[in-house]
């Protein structure tokens, strides 16, 4: 008696450990499901493509300081070598060489240095401008996916609970059919409906697991398929302010507007710094001289000045003046163009979303309960006796249809959302 205790102790030691594992690994492959501002910032501070263009930012920012640099003085030391005594006849190496030192400095004048200088900011504002503009596209692209996925995950739900409602039917037309009140062939074409269902759940498996696979590729993330979840709402919404405010949104908030408007400043910038350029730049100089092979002994050391003046005669830098004068209105025109853009941008983008309201309504407040309602009316009378098989397959089947419809609308409506807070600049959909 004593050793079936130990062996019963035994056993049940094991069972608990045993238990105790299974439960640590499923806490350490479980990981909890994302949200749409969590996938945001994970996708901020690791994708290589953002990552990559603030470093073309920092380098930007580095120019500014190159910009500024002044011009670099020159020294130049010249020797004139020995010479011949000649009433005695020999060489003296040391006694006549002349030593000259020479510094020199060119002076930049018209504020050169100040204009390269703003002409440096203007580009790191633009660069940081197009990459907010980068990161616009790219949040874009990641929405989309998430909400596809989310679309997945919605459409997988629905099938498998289309499986298990038509489970339970399978189920009492096997009871009917054992109590004689259903033909073999009826039940047969209900219960080999059914791999119908098991294929349109490997399908929504699929087809989620390849949505996770793409938003794990933006994301830069290595997580396991099976171990990474999103989670958000997946529903709509009907209030939808006028067009007019978006308009109005999107010209104060699209990076690329901004950044058109920006590079007319710094063609501006880059006209009157061609100016500058075509003017003369004087080069100051000063020197020392130790000549010692003068007889006058007041003459051996002297100082000296000069000021190198170039004659713009020919050159006057008109090419670039006229060049940075034409690239002033190109950046006009090419703003004028990207306003229109944002305009048909919204536009676009407005009329999705309040088309797909207008269909998500009927179906939300009537078609989704009529196909109900249908679908369990026509499934009762079945059961009792008091419609056809065809009558009951074609309610699941429309049932099925106005469901998957349903979603489908709905992920539309969240990507039409998303492409209008794309087309506007910032979230004006959540």
Known sequence: MNNLKAVFSRSIGQMFFAALLLLGSAGAYAQQALTWDQVKTKFEAANPALQADQSNVDELKAEEITAFLRPNPEFTLSSDGTQLVPHEGYWRPTSGTQVQPNFSYLHERDHKRELRLETAKESTRIGG??????????????????????????????????LEYYDKIISISQDRFKAGDLAQIDLDRIELLRVQYESEIETAVVNLRTQKIQLLQLLDDRTPVDQFDVTGPFDFSTDLK???????????????????????EQARTNHKLAIANGSTD??????????PSFYNPYAQ????????????????????????LID?????????????????????????????????????????????????TVTFSYQHGGASLMDFLNAQSDYRVVQLAYLQLIGSYLTAASQLNLAVGREVIP
Request: cysteine-free; proline content about 4%; glycine content about 2%.
């Open 301 to 324: 050391q002297t100082l000296g000045l000069s000021v190198n003046i170039p004659l713009r005669i020919f050159d006057r830098n008109q090419g670039e003046k006229k060049r940075t």
């Open 282 to 291: 004087p080069t100051f100089g000063a020197w020392y001289t130790y000549n």
């Open 328 to 376: 002033i209105d190109r950046s006009q025109q090419f703003t004028e163009q990207t306003r229109a853009q944002v305009f048909s941008d919204v536009d676009s983008a407005y009329e999705q979303v309040r088309s797909s309201i207008a269909l998500l309504v009927p179906y939300r407040d009537k078609y989704k309960d009529q196909a109900t309602r249908v679908r369990d």
């Open 242 to 264: 006028p067009l007019d405010n978006f308009h109005q949104i999107a010209l104060d908030s699209r990076p690329d507007l901004s950044a058109a408007i920006q590079g007319i």
């Open 129 to 162: 401008t197009l990459h907010e503009d980068l990161e616009r596209n790219l949040l874009f692209s990641l929405h989309s996916a998430f909400v596809q996925t989310l679309e997945a995950k919605a459409v997988l739900e629905l099938a498998r609970a289309d």
